[in-house]
């Protein structure tokens, strides 16, 4: 697996998981307080729903999880799974909020917009068609005979 596409499952797997530990363990917090550092990009769009933020807690724990799984098994198909699971996952959630950012402050909106982009990006890397660098080294065999 080339180093780009894990680089891109890294970034699936970390986002993945810092979104998905936080919504689920603490819906409030995370609805109130995401992304952190004195910033709100949940709240400003809509009421408070602990059904909704825990399942989104747990489908970001679940793309986390495949692309983990891709990194640790060195699986070029897991890890376009992965990437693919993002991207229908990543890009109707950009596009959503690429349209909505009244809410949003300048600082914000570039926020949520790299921020979102990023993973989508990721996605695309990961999903890309195997090269010849993804290919796994032949299996050592006897040694040729002379």
């Known amino acids: ?12 797997a970390v986002n993945g998981a810092f979104v998905g530990l936080w919504a689920l363990a603490a819906p409030r917090s995370f609805y109130d ?21 825990r399942d989104v807690g747990a489908l970001n724990l679940a793309l986390a ?5 891709a990194l640790v098994t060195g699986s070029v198909l897991v ?5 693919g699971a993002a991207l229908i ?5 950009l596009l959503y909020h690429a349209t909505h950012l009244s809410p949003f402050d300048t600082t ?9 982009a990023l993973a989508v990006v990721a996605g695309v890397v ?5 090269s010849v660098d993804d290919t796994p ?10």
């Open 1 to 12: 697996m080339t180093g780009v596409r894990r680089v891109a499952l890294v970034v699936l």
């Open 33 to 53: 307080d995401f992304p952190g550092a004195g910033r709100v990009w949940v709240a400003v769009d809509g009421p408070y729903n602990q059904h909704l933020v």
């Open 65 to 69: 999880f495949v692309a983990a799984f």
């Open 79 to 83: 890890a376009q799974a992965a990437g």
């Open 89 to 93: 996952y990543g890009i109707p959630h």
């Open 108 to 116: 914000d909106a570039v926020g949520v917009i790299v921020g979102l």
């Open 126 to 130: 990961a999903v890309l068609p195997a």
């Open 137 to 146: 080294p032949p299996e050592p065999g006897p040694p040729p005979h002379r």
